[in-house]
Nanobody
Framework: QAQLVESGGGLVQAGGSLRLSCAAS????????MGWFRQAPGKEREFVAV????????YYVDSVKGRFTISRDNAKNTGYLQLNSLKPEDTAVYYC?????????????????WGKGTLVTVSS
């Protein structure tokens, strides 16, 4: 069993940046696909970005393309989400997730592991 713990959230002004981390413990997830999701107040959880186990494949939701970058360091068993040019509409709780299957993450279907989330608040 793996446990995922997010960190790096906080309050930032519009146009600012944050770097979220997702540290895995309990087992290695270097072969797992990792993803980031977010849930804004009153809205459903939405997919943000995904990265394959090797790090060679990434994909983003259109609203964050060119502003967010997903990455991972398998030696550290940790994933990252760099958030740049933040907008107030990016305000949400950000969750990391991991699963053996890429399609499970990108489709948010039966994902095996979830973190508890970290809050990102972007002020205007």
């Amino acid at each position: 069993q793996a446990q995922l713990v997010e960190s790096g959230g906080g309050l930032v002004q519009a146009g600012g940046s944050l770097r979220l981390s997702c540290a895995a413990s309990g087992q290695t997830i270097r072969t797992y696909t990792m993803g980031w999701f977010r849930q804004a107040p009153g809205k459903e959880r939405e997919f943000v970005a995904v990265i394959s186990g090797s790090g060679g494949t990434t994909y983003y939701v259109d609203s964050v393309k060119g502003r967010f970058t997903i990455s991972r360091d398998n030696a550290k068993n940790t994933g990252y989400l760099q958030l740049n040019s933040l907008k107030p509409e990016d305000t949400a709780v950000y969750y990391c997730a991991a699963d053996r299957f890429y399609d499970s993450v990108i489709n948010n279907s039966g994902i095996q592991y979830w973190g508890k989330g970290t809050l990102v608040t972007v002020s205007s």
